[in-house]
């Protein structure tokens, strides 16, 4: 059931002026969105589920026109899945179980293999992993399929978007913003006045830079050249499945634009991206630009085989290490890239977008309506910049982390001829073969916290006022697998500040299989409790009637609203059976309960006063 609130409607006001900049006067709206990627359109769509309309502007043509970001993990899809966009992103991104088998090693794709590792939960060992981590499964999604998805939905909702529009920059006094943007296609200027602004506006943030954002930076690991080419592969990858090949010839010259490379899989099999590493010493300012025949070339060479190519696109970028100290100041709000810069190892780009976007619109939507105090918007920045921090640092120590394999390779040797007799040590029946050998299989098993990194996808924990941890007695510390290896494993829990433990739910008289995370979220906080917490279940509705709040209750056990059918919940659950679980909006954990208080009127008070100190209201 939708929270009652859903049904209101705030559109802007407003006309767009002219194109030829006559006055239109200042338009007016609630929320200005600057940057319509990932992040951007995914807040747009998040802030539509709560009945929010706005504006969203891009200095971009329009969606993306090359395919960048394209791993979408458990985390995001679950956060998509909350507005019923999983469905429709199934459809058009690639299986992860048939197209994203493995990552590999190779002399060509055509050429010989030097090794592969299971990828993104397809390693047999690991797929159960996977399973009890989520009831979504990790695809590749180009981002020139999420984002036409993305802004088509915020649109049909509501939200006005404008491409070839920038912004050129913003005032503000304590009750609202005012933007200046420009048009690109006419140069006429206008303003909007807005009550919310939120920076979306990528890597060169325009109001990141206004705000002056404090920036930790590390020095970054160099270029990267992406090269979009049409080429069918087809032949090659029957036994060769996988959407990230690493390519590496260091028995050749090579070009210095073009060191080594990864072919990554764009549509299967007929589309690929080939990001080129530059040598240590090339410097793209000093040196001219490949010629697309010189890029082709290097194509072919990567290929291995006579298969005609196509070049489609050049595109550059730099492998930073950079995140802002803090997310936002006032009502101005910036995620996404704006905020956090890495390369896409571990595939975190975009799915830290849409996570930032979701912990941010309900807290933007309570506070707009009513039912939360203004300072829970300070808890966005608090709970998701210790996030962006942690995937910055992970993506560049993924990138680090081959180095190894380039060692064993040959391939960081200076002449070609100390390559030669590095790579052919590698078959050598000697003690410096085994040696060799031994680094090689290291290195790619090291490989597993990228292409295996669970943990680092889902082990996000919060803390701050947007949490009520006052009823725990022990701090939380990760147990078991992920005690040793947090990147690597996920732990489930219901402690608060984890995310919502995935279980599969039923009824004694069976019917299709519900999630837990389908029975939170949806704009509203959920209370799950058990066999003996009914007191709880009318507390919740209690509190949701005094304080506005949407908030559901479900019982989860032997003849409860749902049943617990594997046992998994009673495993998971952290509280007694007549306990509670509080979840947010965002299937974050707020609080628990170890059991039931002892009347109705008790535990009213006590969820009463939780609710209460979570959405920071007096």
Not at 149 to 178: C, M
Not at 271 to 291: C, G, H, Q, V
Not at 336 to 360: E, K, Y
Request: proline share 6%; charged share 20%; with cysteine.
């Amino acid at each position: 059931m939708a929270p009652s609130f859903l049904t209101n409607s705030h559109a802007p006001d407003a006309s767009w002026p002219s194109p030829n900049g006559s006055d239109g006067g200042i338009i007016e709206t609630e929320f200005l969105i600057v940057g319509a990627g990932p992040a951007g359109a995914a807040l747009a769509c998040f802030l539509s589920s709560y009945g929010i309309k706005g504006i969203m502007v891009s200095a971009a043509h329009g969606t993306a026109d090359t395919p960048r970001a394209h791993i979408t993990n458990m985390a995001a899809l679950e956060c998509l899945r909350d507005i019923g966009l999983d469905s429709e992103i199934e459809k058009v991104a690639c299986d992860g179980q048939e197209h994203m088998v493995h990552t590999r090693w190779c002399h060509s794709m055509a050429g010989e293999e030097y090794a592969r590792i299971y990828s993104w939960g397809n390693d047999p060992a690991r797929k159960g992993d996977y399973e009890r981590a989520s009831p979504c499964s990790p695809v590749d999604l180009p981002q020139t399929l999420l984002e036409p998805i993305l802004v088509r939905h915020a649109t049909h909702q509501g939200f006005t978007t404008r491409f070839d529009t920038a912004l050129v920059s913003f005032v503000r006094d304590e009750k609202h913003i005012v933007a200046t943007l420009r048009d690109n296609m006419s140069q006429s200027e206008y303003c909007i006045r807005t009550k919310y602004l939120f920076g979306a506006d990528g890597a060169r943030s325009q109001i990141v830079k206004q705000l002056n954002l404090p920036l930790a930076v590390k020095p970054g690991q160099g270029l990267a050249i992406n090269v979009l080419v049409k080429a069918d592969l087809s032949h090659l990858v029957t036994h060769r499945k996988g959407n990230l090949h690493w390519v590496m010839q260091p028995d050749r010259e090579h070009p210095a634009f073009g060191w080594m490379a990864i072919v990554r899989m764009v549509k299967p099999w007929n589309e690929w991206m080939f990001i080129l590493f530059p040598t240590r010493d090339y410097d793209s300012a000093k040196t001219p630009n490949p010629s697309n025949e010189e890029y082709l070339h290097r194509v072919r060479q990567l290929i291995g085989d006579d298969t005609p190519a196509e070049i489609i696109n050049v595109s550059k970028w730099y492998i930073n290490e950079i995140v802002a100290e803090k997310y936002s100041d006032g009502n101005v709000f910036c995620l996404g890239d704006a905020v956090h810069r890495h390369p896409p190892l571990n595939g975190l780009g975009s799915n830290t977008c849409i996570q930032d976007a979701f912990n941010l619109a309900w807290k933007v939507a309570y506070v707009h309506h009513g039912i939360a105090g203004p300072s829970l918007l300070s808890t966005y920045s608090a709970e998701r910049q210790p996030v962006g921090h942690s995937i910055v640092t992970r993506a560049n120590q993924a990138f680090r982390d081959h180095q190894p394999i380039w060692e064993s390779l040959g391939m960081l040797e200076e002449s070609l001829e100390e390559r030669k007799r590095s790579l052919g040590e590698l078959t050598a029946p000697n003690a410096s073969g085994r040696e060799r050998r031994r680094t090689l299989q290291k290195a790619v098993s090291e490989t597993r916290h990228e292409f295996l990194g669970l943990g680092v996808e889902m082990n996000q924990r919060y803390s701050g006022t947007g949490i009520y941890k006052a009823d725990e007695t022990e701090p939380f510390v990760f147990s078991g697998l992920s005690a040793d290896d947090p990147v690597l494993y996920y732990e489930p829990s219901t402690y608060p500040g984890r995310r919502l433990p995935h279980v599969w739910l039923n009824k004694a008289i069976p019917i299709k299989p519900v999630s837990t995370i389908d029975l939170a979220g949806r704009g509203a906080f959920t209370l799950f409790t058990g066999v003996g917490g009914q007191y709880w279940k009318e507390a919740a509705r209690r509190v949701s009637v005094k304080l506005g709040v949407p908030l559901h209750a479900h019982s989860i056990g032997f003849r409860q609203d749902w049943e617990d059918s594997y046992f998994e919940w009673e495993r998971l659950r952290g509280v007694d059976e007549s306990g509670a679980v509080l979840v947010r909006p965002d299937r974050f954990v707020a609080w628990r309960a170890k059991e039931v208080l002892g009347s109705v009127d008790s535990c009213e008070e006590k969820l009463s006063e939780v609710v209460a100190s979570v959405l920071c209201v007096d």
